[in-house]
């Protein structure tokens, strides 16, 4: 069993930064942030693989996203910046057991509770 608790979600505005955490129990894991938004499915947003040598990004992110883990202190962080009201979900830290299919929500089996993310002026 895995318990991911994420973190650091909030009200920015427009351009603004924010930087998520994860905090993970158990097995290393490929980890992943996935979003969600009313009425929409989860999209993918980036994940790293158990070593933290592999990362992965979606299109919406690349060049204003980073990913990182700590593999001593079990946790992942993801730093958004110039963020957009387009950015405003509920933010979630997922664990894979495999360093394959990271961009799948369906190869995730542990999930955190989600952390709000709001860009409003």
């Known amino acids: 069993q895995v318990q991911l608790v994420e973190s650091g979600g909030g009200l920015v505005q427009p351009g603004d930064s924010l930087t998520l955490s994860c905090s993970a129990s158990?097995?290393?894991?490929?980890l992943g942030w996935f979003r969600q938004t009313p009425g929409k499915e989860r999209e993918f947003v980036a994940a790293?693989?158990?070593?933290?040598?592999?990362?992965f990004y979606a299109d919406s992110m690349k060049g204003r996203a980073t990913i990182d883990r700590d593999n001593v202190k079990n946790t992942m962080t993801l730093q958004m910046n110039n963020l957009q009201p387009e950015d405003t979900a509920v933010y979630y830290c997922?664990?894979?057991?495999?360093?394959?299919?990271?961009?799948?929500?369906?190869?995730?089996?542990?999930w955190g509770q989600g952390t709000q993310v709001t860009v409003s002026s």
């Open positions: 997922a664990a894979n057991l495999n360093d394959y299919g990271l961009e799948s929500r369906t190869n995730y089996i542990y």
């Open positions: 158990g097995r290393t894991y490929a």
């Open positions: 790293v693989s158990r070593s933290g040598a592999r990362l």
